[in-house]
């Protein structure tokens, strides 16, 4: 009854250049978060003396591998659309069972697989909580927050010091590549786990599913993707990847205290959103996660070199900068649609 | 027509809190036959697909595929099976690229790493299939609705189906889509592959289905050959009884209450927004129906936005009872009695979770402001009378709306801005995706309200319903006003409608 002849219709493809320059749309965050890195290192090497040493950028890495690690377990659940606010006190759970343990005696290398155990389960029932009870996500891991958090108090509410000796040995191993320029093992590690990351968001089904559950969930679900295992999968990998962040920090601090890690999930957070990926999901690169943990790591060089600034200012520059790239994300969002 | 049916389902049940979707369907699918599934929003054909592909379990029923016994626990479980299916929504994901979209969960692999390249390939043969040419590269919402519609038809398609269902795969395509949609149809039946056709549109129906099952109320009415019955038939089956609304409509002469040059309760002059619609001329009186015509994308929607505050123009003068305003926020809009029922219902219109009453009184509400809540007898009263008016079913005032047909749905909604009496009434599709029968009530209601001396502004893709009911048709054409025809009379038919919008001079 509707089915009225239809004028000629103008054929239906679509010119490749406009595309191409709106499919470059969904780079913009890094490519600003990249430009904001270098003005940012340029505005350092102008104003401070050594800054330009390249020893200056390596402590970047080596002193936010721990960062890095966490922030890239982050990144797989913001892809998703979803949020783990417990990776800070799984970070400090961390530091403290694996002091505790290896305090009482415990061979490092029963220790390092139990606490990467302890974090990646904790991982797996939040995520099995998330996606059986349906219950938010920022609920969820709200809850482990507190738990982790009082777990690791109820254990010690001391710093307890580590004299283990691989942990002091991984604590004080040096990678040279010259006079005076060196990295640590963990930053190798932090490396390791952002590449096979990426590889794994890339080239694999799981990956793609990721983002296909942060485009648009139910439609995932729809087209028979496993929505609810990699959803608990997610969990499970942030929650590895605290607990590894975890053992990379008791490696730089060699202690173990349950207030370490304090507000380390919104450093994490934070990270991952100055690096473009789109907090509702869907869009975003784990290589920008990379460039806006290096943005909050040189944040924090400048203000040390700057010297008279107290050290607060810090989170006043990620504040500013947090709202900022939120902003542009809902700029670019917005256009594309 | 000997073959014994691939899919088979008995006795199938299925309740919702408070309603019973489906009691004792009975459905059977043969190799090779377009199958299409009819009945009215509500009568359960959504439910029915989503019962089979495990999207919902239930209550009580068989299901047999290939004479054995099934039961998927989910989409996955029955696209494996050789169940794919394409929706009424595009259920794809927006920022993915076309080729995923097409390939994700199957996507070729060489030692579990995808080859991009290769899936890529496959996928731009896929669609050059369907004499679609897209760079599959790019995300796929950087194309219209009708492409992506598409595109999942090509992924359900090389997802080497048994059966295919489609659920109202036409209603965003145009009519040459929709003509090579068939093609490919007709070829997969070619193949042996069963199709399940749902579509509101009976010529379509008529055009490519074999047989067809009519649903009314969750219960099976019966299963007929489609060369043995007439649309007419067709439709006294889906509604339960004659289709004597639609027909009445159509004979009334459309009259202006009082045709005196009255003060037009909205008048537009050279009102525009650069990149939604070019700036246009209109005038709405009281008591009159203005239809707004043209193909997808050609402005309507945009137009009537303008009018509802709900964009802002960067041209021209907008006048409401002859005074000129600037309407900031569809709140000022409101304010001055203009009321906007959004096409898209589900995103823009009913909040699911609330009960009808609450998604009743919502606007009404919001008008009054928050410190001065309606007294619950109040609210029984309205919600009363309108869901008795629009018919509006289960008539439960407490059911949660997302357990609601789509058609109910949008009865909700009108409901919704009726409620707060307005003197302009903008309808944006408020047909779509709705049954016969529905349709038919919600134009009698627009003419009624009509009478009784509220202006609507009527905007459909249908071009009959638009001349059935309007005054006054304004002809849009690629985001141009190209012209408005008269319509008291009656006397205009589609293809003068047709030959405007394909010129788009002035004749």
């Not at chain 1, 000796?165 to 040096?174: I, K, Y």
């Not at chain 2, 004979?251 to 002059?269: G, K, L, S």
């Not at chain 2, 005054?471 to 205009?492: F, M, P, Q, S, W």
């Amino acid at each position: 009854m509707t089915d009225v002849k239809a004028p000629p219709q103008p054929e239906v493809t679509v010119a490749t250049p406009h595309k191409r320059r709106r499919a470059d749309r969904r780079h913009i965050p890094v490519l600003a978060t990249l430009a904001l890195l270098v003005l940012m290192y340029s505005l350092g090497v102008a104003n401070y003396d050594n800054f330009s040493d390249t020893q200056v950028l390596l402590n970047v890495f080596v002193d936010n591998a721990f960062l890095l690690v966490v922030a890239a377990g982050m990144t797989f659940v913001i892809l998703t659309g979803g949020i783990d606010l417990s990776v800070g006190a799984v970070v400090a759970l961390t530091t403290v069972v694996a002091a505790t343990l290896l305090n009482d005696g415990w061979p490092a290398a029963v220790v390092l697989p139990l606490v990467l155990l302890i974090g990646t389960t904790l991982g797996l029932g939040m995520g099995a909580v998330i996606h059986y009870f349906k219950v938010e996500p920022f609920i969820a891991t709200l809850a482990g927050m507190f738990l982790a958090r009082g777990l690791s108090l109820l254990i010690n509410r001391n710093s307890i010091p580590i004299t283990d000796p691989f942990w002091t040995a991984m604590a004080q191993e040096r990678i040279r590549f010259g006079p005076g320029i060196f990295i640590s093992t963990s930053v190798v590690i932090a490396a390791v786990v952002v590449l096979a990351g990426a590889a794994v968001l890339a080239y694999t089904r799981f990956g793609r599913t990721v983002y296909a559950i942060g485009g648009n969930a139910d439609s995932a679900l729809l087209m028979g993707l496993p929505v609810g295992r990699t959803r608990i999968a997610v969990y499970t990998i942030s929650g590895f990847c605290s607990a590894l962040g975890g053992v990379l920090l008791s490696f730089y601090m060699l202690s173990g205290y349950s207030l370490h890690a304090q507000g380390m999930e919104l450093d994490a957070i934070a990270a991952v959103v100055i690096g473009g990926v789109i907090l509702t999901g869907g869009s975003g690169y784990l290589f920008g996660t990379v460039l806006g943990v290096l943005v909050l790591g040189l944040i924090q060089t400048i203000i040390t070199f700057q010297g008279t600034l107290s050290s607060w200012w810090t989170k006043i520059v990620i504040g500013i900068l947090l709202f900022a790239f939120i902003v542009l994300q809902r700029l670019v969002t917005r256009r594309a649609r | 027509m000997v073959d014994p049916p691939i899919l088979q389902m008995t006795g199938i049940r299925k309740t919702f809190p408070g309603v019973v979707a489906l009691d004792g369907v009975d459905f059977s699918l043969r190799p090779g036959e377009v199958h299409a599934l009819m009945g009215e929003n509500g009568a359960g054909k959504s439910t029915l697909i989503k019962v089979l592909t495990g999207v919902y379990g239930i209550d009580a029923g068989d299901i047999t595929l290939d004479g054995a016994p099934v039961r998927f626990g989910g989409p996955l479980q029955a696209q494996q099976a050789g169940i794919s299916t394409v929706y009424q929504e595009v259920n794809l994901c927006a920022n993915l690229s076309v080729a995923e979209n097409i390939f994700i969960g199957r996507e070729p692999r060489r030692f579990g790493k995808i080859r991009w390249s290769e899936m890529r390939r496959r996928s731009a043969e896929l669609l050059a299939g369907l004499d679609l040419h897209l760079d599959v590269a790019a995300p796929l919402g950087t194309y219209s609705l009708a492409i992506q519609q598409m595109v999942a038809i090509a992924r359900a398609i090389d997802i080497s189906a048994k059966v295919l269902i489609l659920d109202e795969p036409t209603s965003s395509l145009d009519a040459s889509e929709v003509e090579r949609l068939f093609q490919v149809m007709r070829r997969l039946k070619r193949d042996g592959v069963a199709i399940l056709f749902i579509s509101h549109f009976l010529d379509q129906v008529y055009a490519v289905a074999d047989r067809m099952t009519v649903l009314r109320n969750g219960t099976l009415i019966g299963e007929y050959a489609t060369a043995e019955l007439t649309q007419m038939q067709l439709v006294t089956k889906m509604i339960g009884k004659e289709l004597t609304v639609l027909e009445r409509l159509e004979e009334e002469p459309r009259t202006v209450t009082a045709d005196a040059p009255r003060q037009p309760i909205v008048e537009a002059h050279e009102l525009g927004r650069t990149g939604a619609i070019a700036p246009f001329e209109l005038a709405i009186r009281g008591g009159e129906i203005v239809g707004l015509a043209g193909l997808l994308g050609s402005g309507r929607t945009e137009l009537a936005r303008l009018l509802f505050g709900a964009d802002r123009p960067d041209h021209g003068t907008l006048k409401i009872d002859g005074r000129p305003v600037t309407l900031r926020t569809p709140r000022m809009a409101m304010n001055h009695g203009i009321a906007f029922s959004s096409e898209n219902r589900r995103t823009e219109g009913v909040v699911g979770e609330l009960s009808v009453r609450e998604n009743i009184v919502l606007a009404l509400q919001a008008s009054r402001g928050w410190s001065r809540p309606i007294p619950r007898r109040k609210q029984d009263e309205l919600v009363e009378r309108y869901i008795k008016t629009l018919g509006i079913r289960p008539a439960d005032p407490d059911v949660a709306v997302r357990n609601l047909s789509g058609g109910n749905q949008q009865k909700v909604l009108l409901a919704r801005w009726l409620i707060t009496e307005p003197r302009l009434l903008i309808v944006d599709e408020p047909t779509r995706g709705i049954d016969v029968g529905a349709k038919a009530e919600i134009q009698r209601l627009l003419v009624e309200l009509a009478d009784g001396g509220m202006a609507v502004l009527f905007v459909s893709a249908e071009l009959e319903e638009v001349l059935r009911l309007s005054h006054k048709i304004e002809v849009l054409r690629e985001r141009h006003l190209i012209e408005e025809v008269d319509n008291t009379g009656g006397g205009v038919d589609a293809d003068r409608i047709m030959q405007a919008i394909a010129s788009g001079a002035k004749s």
